[in-house]
């Protein structure tokens, strides 16, 4: 017979949205535009700046190359720093955004760098800003594969969350840990697996969907 209840099933998926909700917003927030900023100073970009382009390049592979765990104990003064506490929920966001914030930016570089040169020639003949070319031009064209970038990048988010269980961050993968784990209840480790399944997939399922119809919305349009 299992220990876990309902309600901490319940109250373990809350802090699971919580943490990749919030987490996935601010990193949304900074990577989108680490990316555009990696596509427009890139050798050939729209306004190649290969310093800068070399310098964010750069940081955007070393955040990176680190694993969750080692990046979230790494930073654990930080994190003291910004929430006052190494534990909880609001703890675990701050390893949770630098973890997924160059990840965004990285997958929605390559997903920009699939615009055809052709769509930037148009807005070129037509006059267009810096400005006018990546929110008329480059954005729109790079919308159904955006939205697949960030359905990888939350089900990735998904997967760290579940890690961060190990320094009690709350969530689904603490509860597994605590109770599937430590307190050998199978059961419970069962429903908790099954439960991340059936989340993934619905993400993904999601996903796919938006991604198909912004797809058809631009080829409507062509």
């Given at each position: 017979?299992?220990?876990?209840?309902p309600e901490?099933?319940?109250?373990a998926?809350a802090?699971?949205?919580?943490m990749?909700?919030?987490a996935?917003?601010?990193?949304?927030?900074?990577?989108?535009p680490l990316?555009?900023?990696?596509?427009?100073?890139r050798?050939?970009?729209?306004?190649?700046?290969?310093?800068i382009?070399?310098?964010v390049?750069v940081?955007?592979?070393?955040?990176r190359?680190?694993?969750f765990?080692i990046?979230?104990?790494?930073?654990?003064?930080l994190?003291?720093?910004?929430?006052g506490?190494?534990i909880?929920?609001?703890?675990?966001?701050?390893p949770?955004?630098?973890?997924?914030?160059?990840?965004?930016?990285r997958?929605?570089?390559q997903?920009?760098?699939?615009?055809?040169?052709?769509?930037?020639?148009?807005?070129d003949?037509?006059?267009a800003?810096?400005?006018?070319?990546?929110?008329?031009?480059?954005?729109?064209e790079?919308?159904?594969?955006?939205?697949?970038?960030?359905?990888?990048?939350?089900v990735?988010l998904?997967?760290a969350?579940?890690?961060?269980?190990?320094?009690?961050?709350?969530?689904?993968?603490?509860?597994?840990?605590?109770?599937?784990?430590?307190?050998?209840d199978?059961?419970?480790?069962?429903?908790t697996v099954?439960i991340?399944?059936?989340?993934?997939?619905?993400?993904?399922?999601?996903?796919?969907?938006l991604?198909?119809?912004?797809?058809l919305?631009?080829?409507?349009?062509d």
């Amino acid at each position: 017979m299992s220990r876990v209840t309902p309600e901490m099933y319940l109250n373990a998926g809350a802090e699971t949205a919580y943490m990749v909700g919030i987490a996935l917003a601010i990193g949304a927030l900074i990577g989108i535009p680490l990316a555009l900023l990696m596509v427009i100073t890139r050798p050939g970009g729209l306004r190649p700046q290969p310093a800068i382009y070399q310098v964010v390049n750069v940081v955007v592979n070393i955040l990176r190359s680190l694993p969750f765990v080692i990046l979230m104990v790494a930073i654990v003064p930080l994190t003291r720093l910004i929430t006052g506490t190494s534990i909880g929920t609001t703890a675990a966001l701050v390893p949770l955004t630098i973890y997924i914030a160059p990840f965004v930016a990285r997958l929605i570089e390559q997903s920009l760098l699939e615009v055809s040169p052709g769509i930037l020639e148009a807005a070129d003949s037509m006059g267009a800003t810096l400005w006018q070319t990546i929110r008329y031009f480059i954005l729109p064209e790079a919308k159904a594969s955006i939205i697949l970038a960030l359905t990888t990048a939350t089900v990735g988010l998904i997967s760290a969350t579940a890690m961060a269980g190990y320094v009690g961050g709350g969530g689904v993968g603490d509860l597994a840990l605590s109770y599937g784990y430590q307190q050998f209840d199978t059961v419970a480790m069962v429903i908790t697996v099954i439960i991340l399944i059936v989340v993934v997939q619905g993400i993904q399922s999601l996903g796919n969907y938006l991604s198909r119809r912004a797809y058809l919305s631009r080829r409507a349009r062509d």
